[in-house]
C-alpha cells in the first residue's frame, strides 16, 4: 500500500499537548506502517487565532518527537491562509448547484466555524430559519446592511463512513447534522469547507486525527464526493482527557513546550504508547522502533484518562 498519503493537519492556535501529539504519532504509525507518504498542512484558516510563534514550535515539536513528513508545511501552498483562491473556487461551485445560502444567525457561532468543531463547542444555530425566509424577510436582512454568514444546504440522504477505528458511522446529513457554516460573515472560510477541499486536492488517503471530529467525517465525505473528489479513508484516534474532558491547549504542564524541558522524545513517545495501548509499558521507545509493533487492534477506543498536575 504505497499509496497512502496521510497527513498532519494542525492549527497553530496554541501549543501542542500530550492530546495532539498522541494522535499524530498514530498518524504517523498508521502511514508509516503501510509504507505511506505524509504531508504537513499548517490550518491557519482564522487569522485572529493564528500565531507565528505556534507556527514555528509546531513542526519544531514534531520533529522533536521524531516524527517526520515528506512535504507540505513550510511551503506556503500547505498553509490554508494562503489557499483562499481554491475555497472560493469551491464555494462557486456549491452555489452555482443551489446548495449555498446566506445566513444572518447570531454571530458567535459563525466565528467558530473557522476553527475544528470541538466537543462543547457550538457547531450549529439550532433554530436558524436563514434556509426558508420569504422573499420579503430575506430583502429585510440584505438591506440591514449587515453581511451574512453562509451555510451549506444539506441534502436528506444518509452517508456512512466506515472508520478504520470505531466501525461504521451513519448519519443522515439533513436529520444528525444539519445546514453548516461554511464562510463566516468576515469572508473567512470554514473549518469542513477547507479541511475537505485541501484533503481532497492534496490527494490524502487516509485521515487520522482525535475522535473529537468523528461526526465530521461524514460530512467532509459528502462535501469532497459532491466537489467530484474522492473521500480519503478515516481512522479516528481515541482522546486523553484529564477527566474534566479532553485536554486542551489551555493545559500548561501537558503542553510541548513544557515537556520538552521536563522530558525527552523516547521517554514521551513511550509514555504515549503505553496510554492507548500499543505498549504494555512505558519504556521509553522511538517512534520508528514502534512502526512494527503497530496495529489499531492495540489501540483502546475509550479516551484514556491521566494524571494532571495542573488539574
Ligand atoms: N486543524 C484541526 C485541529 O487542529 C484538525 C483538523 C483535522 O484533522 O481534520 O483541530
Known amino acids: 500500500m504505497g499509496s497512502t498519503i496521510g497527513r498532519f493537519a494542525p492549527s497553530p492556535s496554541g501549543y501542542l499537548h500530550m492530546g495532539n501529539l498522541l494522535a499524530m504519532l498514530l498518524a504517523w504509525l498508521d502511514a508509516r506502517s503501510l509504507g505511506g507518504a ?21 513542526g519544531e515539536d ?14 506556503p501552498s500547505y498553509a490554508q491562509s494562503q489557499r483562499t483562491a481554491l475555497y472560493e473556487e469551491a464555494f ?3 452555489e452555482a448547484r443551489g446548495l449555498v445560502y446566506p445566513c444572518w444567525c447570531s454571530r458567535a457561532e459563525r466565528l467558530a466555524a473557522a476553527a475544528a468543531p470541538h466537543p462543547g463547542e457550538a457547531e450549529f444555530d439550532s433554530g436558524c ?4 425566509l420569504s422573499a420579503k424577510e430575506r430583502l429585510a436582512r440584505e438591506l440591514s446592511g449587515r453581511r451574512p454568514a453562509w451555510k451549506l444546504r ?29 464562510r463566516r460573515a468576515d469572508g473567512v472560510f470554514a473549518y469542513q469547507l477547507a479541511v ?9 488517503t487516509r485521515v487520522v486525527r ?7 467525517a461524514p460530512r467532509q465525505k459528502w462535501l469532497i464526493e459532491t466537489l467530484g473528489g474522492t473521500a480519503p479513508s478515516y481512522c479516528h484516534a481515541p482522546l486523553l482527557t484529564d477527566g474534566a474532558g479532553k485536554l486542551s ?31 504494555e509499558t512505558d519504556a521509553p521507545v522511538t517512534p520508528r522502533a514502534l512502526i512494527p509493533r503497530f496495529s489499531w487492534e492495540k489501540i483502546k477506543k475509550d479516551d484514556v484518562e491521566m494524571d494532571t498536575p495542573d488539574a
Open 38 to 58: 505524509l504531508l504537513f498542512r499548517m490550518e491557519d484558516l482564522d487569522p485572529a487565532r493564528s500565531r507565528d510563534e505556534y507556527r514555528r514550535a509546531l
Open 62 to 75: 514534531l520533529r522533536w518527537l521524531g516524527l517526520d513528513w515528506d512535504y507540505g508545511w513550510p511551503e
Open 92 to 94: 462557486h461551485a456549491l
Open 129 to 132: 430559519r436563514c434556509a426558508h
Open 154 to 182: 444539506c441534502p436528506d440522504r444518509t452517508v456512512r463512513v466506515d472508520d478504520g477505528h470505531y466501525g461504521p458511522v451513519v448519519q443522515n446529513l439533513a436529520r444528525d447534522a444539519g445546514d453548516f457554516i461554511i
Open 196 to 204: 475537505s477541499v485541501d484533503d481532497m486536492r492534496m490527494s490524502v
Open 210 to 216: 482525535g475522535r473529537d471530529l468523528l461526526s465530521s
Open 249 to 279: 491547549k489551555r493545559l500548561g504542564s501537558l503542553s510541548t513546550q513544557v515537556l520538552r524541558r521536563e522530558t525527552t522524545p523516547e521517554a514521551l513517545t513511550g509514555r504515549l504508547a503505553c496510554l492507548c495501548g500499543l505498549a
